[in-house]
């Protein structure tokens, strides 16, 4: 994962760094470039391009032909560790309903979908991804956006760009 980061971009890397927007009544603004994650960076200041995605997902899937690489960074064994259950929950990170039934650590884990699927997703400074997978059955997506979209209050989350293709998206699995 050799353009992946937390916190503001290295010099180096700028040049690729994408921008993020806001779009709020019809109207779109761009978000502040390079933010200082400040107290959130362990939260959720990692800025990765796709290609470092899908190897961060290979890691989680736990592709066999890298097993002997994958564990001198963390055993499978600690990892499966963080897919323990630790406290009940019925909404993610992101405040939705109906796609977590409770966290690890770290991870979110959803039961209705069996036998394990497993997620993670935020916000901030205008970018939103989710990771899903499902180490067994070694399926998983990535959902990124530059782009936050702000609904009117009390706009239900069916109605929702993120919660449509993020249920779309599950019946994958």
Same mark, same amino acid.
């Given at each position: 994962?050799?353009?992946?980061?937390?916190?503001?971009?290295?010099?180096?890397?700028?040049?690729?760094?994408?921008?993020?927007?806001?779009?709020?009544?019809?109207?779109?603004?761009?978000?502040?470039?390079?933010?200082?994650?400040?107290?959130?960076?362990?939260?959720?200041?990692?800025?990765?391009?796709?290609?470092?995605?899908?190897?961060?997902?290979?890691?989680?899937?736990?592709?066999?032909?890298?097993?002997?690489?994958?564990?001198?960074?963390?055993?499978?064994?600690?990892?499966?560790?963080?897919?323990? *259950? !630790?406290?009940? #929950?019925?909404?993610?990170?992101?405040?939705?309903?109906?796609? @977590?039934?409770?966290? /690890?650590l770290i991870f979110f884990l959803d039961k209705?979908?069996?036998?394990?699927?497993?997620?993670?997703?935020?916000?901030?400074?205008?970018?939103?991804?989710?990771?899903?997978?499902? *180490? !067994?059955?070694? #399926?998983?997506?990535?959902?990124?956006?530059?782009?936050?979209? @702000?609904?009117?209050? /009390?706009?239900?989350?069916?109605?929702?760009?993120?919660?449509?293709?993020?249920?779309?998206?599950?019946?994958?699995?």
């Amino acid at each position: 994962m050799s353009h992946s980061y937390f916190d503001t971009t290295p010099p180096y890397l700028l040049k690729h760094r994408s921008h993020s927007y806001y779009l709020r009544d019809g109207k779109r603004t761009e978000g502040r470039f390079d933010a200082n994650t400040g107290i959130t960076v362990s939260n959720s200041g990692l800025n990765a391009p796709l290609p470092d995605m899908i190897k961060w997902v290979n890691f989680l899937l736990g592709d066999q032909r890298r097993r002997d690489v994958y564990d001198l960074v963390l055993k499978r064994s600690s990892l499966e560790e963080m897919w323990q *259950p !630790q406290v009940k #929950t019925d909404i993610d990170s992101n405040g939705d309903r109906g796609f @977590t039934t409770d966290i /690890g650590l770290i991870f979110f884990l959803d039961k209705s979908l069996a036998p394990m699927h497993l997620g993670h997703g935020g916000e901030q400074n205008g970018f939103v991804s989710y990771i899903d997978f499902d *180490p !067994q059955k070694q #399926t998983a997506s990535i959902i990124v956006f530059n782009t936050d979209i @702000t609904y009117p209050a /009390g706009t239900p989350a069916d109605k929702q760009a993120v919660y449509k293709l993020r249920t779309a998206i599950r019946g994958l699995f």
